[in-house]
């Protein structure tokens, strides 16, 4: 399939700017979740509010668009109630790490298996280009107007330390690597971490007089260097890309149905005598022998 | 199932009406006095197959049932007044989005903190406009654990019929007495199940197509029909839309399709009203000392009746006119500054009859208290 095939094409055009990173994302996360060859109906699209949360009304996915910094404890009900659904969850900056970063840690310490991808473009674009808490120290916005005076997060180390499983750091310039890092992301068991550098020409790019669209994805260009590289090393002002953590460890979902099962097998003579009532009839039965 | 009687609190009323209405999927956060509810459910759930979480705040535990309200679940969360008060937004989204769920509220004394161990019913008003917008909401509440179990079981038909979040307003008091319930064979309550849509594979399916009669078939996510939810104004597809004339039509039916059916959506009992001067008003666990008075002045000659609300909202304005019509008076028995006794204020032609019997220290309120005032009214001094 084209990657228009993917597209609700009835609403379009997309209500981005010219310029913008988001769509290169989306474009892209099609383009990975195609070459997994996943089927449309086992995806599930969830976001909070932003620039980047309209994604999904775009796509022809089970889509979900919610409220501010919360996509993910939605997108915890819908992975827990339908384990079997592929779950990804595309946030900005502002709605993953300020207004949501609790439950960012909170699905990262759970391991929980969905697909957080923190589009970051260092402002609040949607409400007309504010600081954010991904925004440089010393950069302008219309809330920062001298520069903002305080340290961005990290977001590579702030989901390795709260335990996501899978971690990792692209840009939209780097467009066959966002490719290759997303469809790692979706296969990955487990909580799945990416930030994507995506620029905002409109209000980051003009507040800061750094130019357009591709003076920015310039500055991407120039501005990182693969993890672990020699370069990194040297010059600690570049910004390291690619995988940080790829690692196995027990999943949230796949650990509540082991202990459902447990449970089950445990009582199972007192369960024998009524009908199975949850939403895995079939597994209670087969568990029941 | 067969029919079993059991001595439960308030609270495991609450999750045995929840289960016997096929409830399977909760999350919610510690907080007193609902507490009780989360610690069952994560006993009991597992164990029938059912899915339970505590999330790491009250928002996110609204957010997470409705995400699995979209894959077919049956659903619920539950709290006291500051986790209320945080859920308000994705409450509101549940509204928008027309997504069935039930929220337990468990008042305790307010505002903030407030009085914990308390008892109070000061979010009435919350629990109706607490979301922003202009929006309808339907809540229910009860006064002994056998209404608490069926109002929890009608808390998740409604939201079925309506596809809107329910409230299930109960209070410190009734949450924590231990009474007698019966638990009633498997199909002798009716248990709503969900409308789904017939439409097939491959037609275009209209999420917010509303039927002629007024329902709106939902479709599992992970299903065959993939569709848009949105918090924004939508369209029938479930996208965003700007267009006035949609804007209107959707406020028009988000508030109609409750407030057009106040009537029967009106759950209540009456006691000894049929020759009734004076009328008490009450709900919830106020009920109980208001009945209590009633039968005691009606040992003493005095004609007095009482009207127990269990449908708060949307207010059964009509039910509450039709049964104050005629009276000498009528008090309103409730533990806040007045918030139903407003509503009954707005619904009757003289509203300078209608009095309120009230107490909001955290104490609950007992029969002297209403006689109090009852004394006050009949020209009898305090």
């Not at chain 1, 409400?127 to 010393?138: C, E, H, N, Y």
């Not at chain 2, 957010?63 to 619920?76: F, Q």
């Amino acid at each position: 399939m084209a990657v228009k095939d993917y597209i609700r094409q009835r609403f379009l055009p997309h209500m981005w700017c010219a310029g913008c990173g988001h769509g290169i994302v989306m474009g892209n996360m099609i383009r990975a979740i195609e070459q997994l060859g996943l089927p449309k109906n086992e995806i599930v699209v969830v976001s909070g509010i932003g620039c980047s949360s309209r994604m999904p009304g775009y796509l022809d996915f089970h889509t979900m668009h919610t409220i501010h910094g919360r996509a993910l404890a939605f997108a915890m009900g819908v992975k827990m109630g339908r384990p079997g659904l592929r779950v990804i969850v595309p946030m900005g900056d502002g709605d993953a790490l300020s207004i949501g970063g609790n439950h960012l840690i909170h699905a990262a310490r759970r391991n929980v298996d969905m697909t957080a991808i923190i589009m970051n473009n260092s402002i609040y674009g949607m409400t007309g280009g504010q600081v954010s808490p991904m925004t440089p120290a010393g950069k302008r916005s219309s809330t920062a107007r001298h520069g903002s005076f305080s340290k961005p997060f990290d977001a590579v180390a702030l989901a390795r330390g709260a335990g996501a499983t899978f971690v990792a750091r692209t840009t939209t310039y780097h467009a066959k690597e966002m490719i290759d890092i997303i469809s790692q992301g979706i296969s990955h068991k487990g909580f799945s971490v990416i930030e994507i550098m995506s620029q905002c020409p409109t209000y980051y790019g003009r507040k800061n007089k750094i130019g357009g669209a591709v003076e920015m994805m310039q500055s991407y260009r120039d501005g990182t260097v693969k993890v672990g590289s020699k370069k990194a090393k040297e010059d600690p002002s570049l910004v390291e890309r690619g995988i940080f953590v790829k690692e196995d460890s027990p999943e949230y979902v796949a650990g509540y149905l082991a202990f459902m099962e447990t449970l089950q097998a445990g009582k199972k003579e007192e369960a024998q005598k009524s009908e199975p009532t949850g939403d895995h009839p079939d597994l209670v039965k087969q568990l029941r022998g | 199932m067969k029919t079993t009687a059991k001595f439960i609190q308030g609270n495991e009323a609450v999750v045995e009406g929840a289960i016997y209405a096929g409830l399977n999927f909760f999350a919610g956060y510690p907080i007193t006095p609902s507490t009780e509810i989360a610690e069952i459910l994560s006993e009991k759930l597992p164990a029938t197959g059912g899915k339970f979480i505590q999330m790491e705040d009250e928002i996110s535990s609204m957010c997470a049932i409705i995400g699995a309200s979209l894959t077919g679940l049956k659903v619920m969360t539950a709290t006291s007044g500051p986790g209320f008060s945080l859920k308000q937004e994705a409450i509101g989204y549940a509204v928008m989005a027309e997504v069935p769920s039930v929220v337990v509220n468990v008042q305790r004394g307010g505002p903030s903190t407030g009085l914990p161990t308390g008892v109070a019913q000061g979010d009435v008003m919350q629990v109706r406009w607490g979301a922003h917008g202009d929006h309808s909401i339907i809540a229910l509440t009860a006064s002994n654990l056998q209404d608490v179990f069926a109002m929890t079981v009608e808390a998740f038909n409604l939201a079925e019929t309506y596809r809107t979040p329910v409230v299930l307003l109960l209070d410190e008091v009734v949450a924590h007495m231990r009474e007698k319930v019966v638990i009633p064979e498997s199909g002798e309550i009716e248990v709503v199940a969900r409308l789904r849509t017939s439409v097939p594979e491959g037609t275009n399916f209209h999420p917010y197509l509303t039927r002629e009669d007024g329902r709106l078939p939902m479709s599992d996510f992970g299903g065959v029909h993939r569709y848009n939810v949105t918090g924004l104004v939508h369209d029938m597809w479930g996208f965003p839309s700007t267009d006035p004339k949609i804007a209107y039509d959707l406020l028009h039916h988000l508030v109609d399709k409750l407030e057009n059916k106040a009537d029967s959506l009106a759950r209540y009992r009456e006691y000894r009203t049929e020759d009734a001067e004076i009328l008490l008003i009450s709900y919830g666990s106020s009920a109980r000392p208001a009945l209590h008075l009633v039968e005691d002045r009606r040992d003493r000659g005095l004609k007095i009746g009482l009207l127990e609300l269990q449908t708060l909202w949307p207010f059964p304005r009509d039910l509450v006119r039709r049964m104050c019509k005629g009276r000498s008076h009528v008090l309103v028995v409730e533990m806040n500054m007045g918030q139903i006794c407003q509503e009954v204020r707005k619904s009757v032609p003289r509203p300078e009859k209608v009095y309120l019997a009230n107490r909001f220290d955290g104490v609950f309120i007992s029969p002297a208290d209403i006689l109090r005032v009852l004394f006050m009214i009949q020209g009898k001094g305090v």
